[in-house]
């Protein structure tokens, strides 16, 4: 909760049309529920991530993931997703969603590149753009055997 005005700033900067609001992203950080870590660097947070899960639940769900604009390119999206997809393999879920916007290909070629596959689309989901949410699912078993080191 310490870090919400930074997480803001940094919500508002990568996605200014439809930025969570400070309420929403508070009961966010409070929930039960979640798991929102930070990326930092020098000190400051440069990045964010949350995951909700509910206990004994088989899936959860990527709440959201941003990285400064001056972090981007040097795999902290990745590293925090990865920190999240280990967080619901502890808590035991099998599958992982998320929505990406459909207009967000970097985004898209990560969940992709960790073994996320398109389950289908919301229409116009994120507003007020219009722009359609692709929804994605990520089969965690399957993920986590790919991550083992071999002995």
Do not use: C
């Not at 990285?67 to 990745?78: E, I, K």
């Amino acid at each position: 909760m310490d870090d919400l005005g930074a997480i803001m700033a940094i919500e508002r900067a990568s996605f200014p049309a439809d930025a969570w609001s400070d309420e929403t992203m508070r009961a966010e950080l409070a929930s039960p529920h979640g798991r929102y870590i930070v990326l930092e660097r020098g000190g400051a947070v440069a990045g964010y991530a949350g995951l909700r899960h509910l206990a004994g639940g088989k899936d959860a769900d990527v709440q959201t993931i941003a990285v400064s604009a001056d972090a981007r390119g040097r795999g902290q999206g990745r590293s925090l997703l990865r920190a999240l997809l280990e967080t619901a393999a502890e808590r035991r879920a099998r599958e992982v969603f998320l929505e990406v916007r459909a207009d967000n290909p970097v985004a898209t070629a990560l969940y992709e590149s960790e073994g996320f596959t398109e389950l289908g689309r919301r229409p116009r989901y994120y507003q007020p753009d219009d722009v359609d949410a692709v929804v994605m699912r990520l089969d965690l078993t399957a993920w986590a055997e790919t991550q083992e080191t071999p002995r």
